[in-house]
């Protein structure tokens, strides 16, 4: 690899990396972001790091990683929507590290550093700036897990303790299912190269031990805010195990649909995410997969390939099959998908190279002719200026990256990622995030009524509200919880206007500030047209009790 593909792609890194700072400031999104944050948020203010509440509530979904990894941010930088948002920031870059140094040691450099920037520049991956969920923590957890086991694999036993590490925290994010990822491309891998005697070393039943010592504190805090009370009602009813509900329930339930927590699965339903989440680079990837299925291609690369696509293979399969299906699931993934892609890209020569230069150029313009209609239709702030930003950028990449070769191939498509980003955080969501009325409400009512106790009523998903309002609110979901509660001094009610009504009739209600409210992460053309928007929005009222 020469000097200057080296400063290349190091550079487009860099630059992908840059664009993606402005969404840190920007506002948290509801509902799974501005749930983690106001969960965080709690853990801060109540200084009880053990137990998981949502509205005074014992609440059992998601292990506790996530919360604490946020609750620290927040101690460290204040309770803010960037201190929220920095860690998986963070921890997005650390996994294009690991990412790079996997393909490296497989590889080669020049595949570690396309790697990464497939990684970096991939739409979802994008998209999990603005909205910051657990997907970011474990795919960085399981891929530092595979990195360190493959450096086991090769000799040496402190990267099993390290390896063990990572994978407990991945557990810690998401559950015991993420193991799946972690070692079945390795158990896949030694049965296909004959190397089944691994499965009996000691150093792989030494890393599973370690594990589930690491996973300790998750054990104890499930253990001690439910196995010990089994008098509470979770899930609408008592006697619920916290720990049956993370080995098994909150996993294997939702696989099989008999758990708790069920969904409708679609077996194609991962296919046309990855067309979208892994974008711009998802029609290379998808020729990539077909091209590995040609033994030839295969033959030519280290047998430790094997352990990358099996990996993404059945963690893939799993989810397909899986009856409880949420596009966010694929980010796990798309590290591998980003080496199976970064090697197919490296192979394109003549006709196949001018044809990937094509599509990714039809592409490119693709998407800047979408932006600038969305732009025009929605009207927000500086649209113009947002359609010649993203003109000028399309404009650049072509006159600068000119030529048939790969590393042009490669920085036109990525060119097309900073574009969108730019587009996005510093344009579109700012206007988007300004009908999320929760966040809305949560800011005006701290900023023009500081003394407020802030309260909501009838309305389960505005957490928003919950993280934005000064404290924690309370939440009434009844009139006769609310008849409890009326007499509080300064108390503000955030509500839907289906209840207005009657909190002015029944309670003498002054209406301090209405905001429109739209599920802003369901976008449809009928709210992005300015002129149809109205016709999608509801309404949230701040009220006052006389």
Not at 71 to 91: E, V, W
Not at 315 to 333: A, G, M, N, R
Request: aromatic fraction near 18%; proline fraction near 3%; charged fraction near 15%.
């Amino acid at each position: 690899m020469n000097l200057k593909e080296n400063t290349l792609y190091k550079t487009l890194i860099a630059l992908v990396a840059l664009v993606s700072v402005p969404a840190l400031f920007g506002g948290i999104m509801e509902p799974d972001s501005a749930l983690y944050a106001s969960i965080a948020k709690n853990m801060v203010q109540r200084n009880d790091w053990v137990n998981i509440y949502v509205r005074g509530a014992d609440w059992l979904d998601k292990p506790h990683l996530t919360f604490w990894l946020a609750a620290a941010s927040f101690k460290a930088f204040g309770i803010t929507a960037f201190a929220y948002k920095l860690p998986s920031f963070l921890f997005g870059l650390l996994g294009a590290w690991y990412l790079y140094k996997l393909a490296k040691d497989i590889y080669n450099e020049k595949t570690g550093l396309i790697s990464a920037l497939i990684f970096l520049s991939s739409l979802h991956i994008l998209i999990s700036t603005f909205d910051v969920r657990a997907e970011v923590y474990i795919t960085t957890f399981t891929l530092a897990a595979i990195y360190h086991y493959y450096k086991a694999h090769q000799g040496s036993f402190w990267h099993i303790v390290t390896g063990s590490f990572f994978a407990a925290c991945a557990i810690m994010i998401k559950g015991i299912f993420v193991l799946i990822p972690v070692f079945g491309g390795f158990i896949i891998y030694w049965l296909l190269t004959r190397q089944w005697k691994q499965l009996l070393k000691l150093k792989w039943w030494i890393a599973i031990t370690l594990i589930f010592i690491f996973i300790i504190p998750e054990l104890y805090t499930l253990y001690i805010q439910f196995d010990l009370h089994p008098e509470k009602v979770v899930f609408g009813k008592t006697g619920v195990s916290g720990l049956k509900f993370f080995f098994w329930d909150s996993q294997f339930g939702r696989f099989f649909n008999n758990g708790p927590i069920k969904g409708k699965g679609d077996i194609s339903f991962f296919l046309h995410t990855t067309l979208w989440a892994f974008l711009p680079w998802s029609i290379l990837f998808y020729t990539a997969v077909v091209n590995l299925f040609k033994k030839k291609n295969r033959i030519m690369l280290p047998a430790a390939s094997i352990m990358i696509w099996t990996s993404a293979a059945i963690t893939f399969l799993l989810f397909s099959l899986s009856k409880f299906q949420l596009p966010h699931y694929i980010l796990i993934i798309l590290p591998q998908f980003a080496i199976i892609t970064a090697l197919y890209i490296q192979k394109l020569e003549g006709k196949s190279l001018k044809v990937f230069f094509t599509v990714q150029n039809t592409l490119a313009i693709l998407i800047v002719l979408i932006l600038s209609t969305v732009a025009i239709f929605f009207r927000f702030t500086n649209h113009y200026i947002a359609i010649a930003v993203l003109v000028i950028l399309l404009a650049v990449s072509f006159s600068i990256f000119k030529g048939l070769k790969i590393d042009n191939l490669l920085a036109r498509s990525a060119m097309i990622s900073v574009g969108l980003m730019i587009f996005l955080s510093v344009f579109f969501y700012p206007s988007v995030l300004k009908y999320e009325s929760g966040m809305e409400a949560g800011n005006w009512l701290k900023e023009n009524y500081p003394k407020a106790k802030a309260a909501v009523l009838m309305y389960p998903d505005a957490y928003s509200f919950d993280f934005y309002a000064s404290g924690e609110p309370k939440y009434f979901w009844s009139y006769e919880e609310l008849d409890k509660s009326k007499d509080i001094k300064d108390l503000v009610i955030y509500t839907p206007e289906s209840e207005l009504a009657k909190l002015k009739n029944e309670y003498g209600a002054q209406v301090l500030k209405t905001f429109d409210y739209y599920h802003i992460t369901k976008l449809t053309p009928k709210f992005i047209n300015a002129q149809t928007r109205s016709q999608l929005l509801e309404h949230f009222y701040l009220v006052k009790l006389h």
